[in-house]
T-cell receptor, first 115, second 110 residues
Framework: DAGVIQSPRHEVTEMGQEVTLRCKPISGHNSLFWYRQTMMRGLELLIYFNNNVPIDDSGMPEDRFSAKMPNASFSTLKIQPSEPRDSAVYFC?????????????FGQGTRLTVV | GESVGLHLPTLSVQEGDNSIINCAYSNSASDYFIWYKQESGKGPQFIIDIRSNMDKRQGQRVTVLLNKTVKHLSLQIAATQPGDSAVYFCAEKNTDKLIFGTGTRLQVFP
């Protein structure tokens, strides 16, 4: 298995532009997590899905952020409009949850810079 | 104003010594705990996990101890090597939600 795949690896965009981050979880995993990592706040959980359904989005900073999981093999995190304070590394992770609880496997992350 | 980043606790150890990294978790209902290692420019990588019905688990060179009474986890690394230098995070899982601690930086010097 190739692991969790995120794209792009790096994104530089201007303030006000829309940004879409993509994630392909590990096949067979039923939970997907989006995290943001910054020097100020560390690793923050933004949202997680279970069986493609958003379960907890309490970590999403504001309405400019939205996430979707249209099927078991794909998820997006969208920021519209982007602001400089959104600059961070965004990680996607997937795991098998429920009675067969497993650790979450992380992608390599997307480094977002908003100028 | 000046922005201030998280002050990561740092543990400095000599190569060959044992390392102990500690973590306090927040939710007494959490039933699954994981230690991750993050190297510069990479995503967190799984090291070892433990379920709440256990108090100790050993892996290769690593041991995790869980004290549910005081909500404390520790990671012990035996014979620490330069390749162990990284930031280490504990994470707790409760009803599928995985929450990370602030992390500890481990520096290994020769």
């Amino acid at each position: 298995d190739a692991g969790v795949i995120q794209s792009p690896r790096h994104e530089v965009t201007e303030m006000g532009q829309e940004v879409t981050l993509r994630c392909k979880p590990i096949s067979g995993h039923n939970s997907l997590f989006w995290y943001r990592q910054t020097m100020m706040r560390g690793l923050e959980l933004l949202i997680y899905f279970n069986n493609n359904v958003p379960i907890d989005d309490s970590g999403m900073p504001e309405d400019r952020f939205s996430a979707k999981m249209p099927n078991a093999s794909f998820s997006t995190l969208k920021i519209q409009p982007s602001e400089p304070r959104d600059s961070a590394v965004y990680f996607c992770a997937s795991s098998l949850s429920g009675t067969a609880n497993t650790e979450a496997f992380f992608g390599q992350g997307t480094r977002l810079t908003v100028v | 104003g000046e922005s201030v980043g998280l002050h990561l606790p740092t543990l400095s150890v000599q190569e060959g010594d044992n390392s102990i990294i500690n973590c306090a978790y927040s939710n007494s209902a959490s039933d699954y705990f994981i230690w991750y290692k993050q190297e510069s420019g990479k995503g967190p990588q799984f090291i070892i996990d433990i379920r709440s019905n256990m108090d100790k688990r050993q892996g290769q060179r690593v041991t995790v101890l869980l004290n549910k009474t005081v909500k404390h986890l520790s990671l012990q690394i035996a014979a620490t090597q330069p390749g162990d230098s990284a930031v280490y995070f504990c994470a707790e899982k409760n009803t599928d939600k995985l929450i990370f601690g602030t992390g500890t930086r481990l520096q290994v010097f020769p």
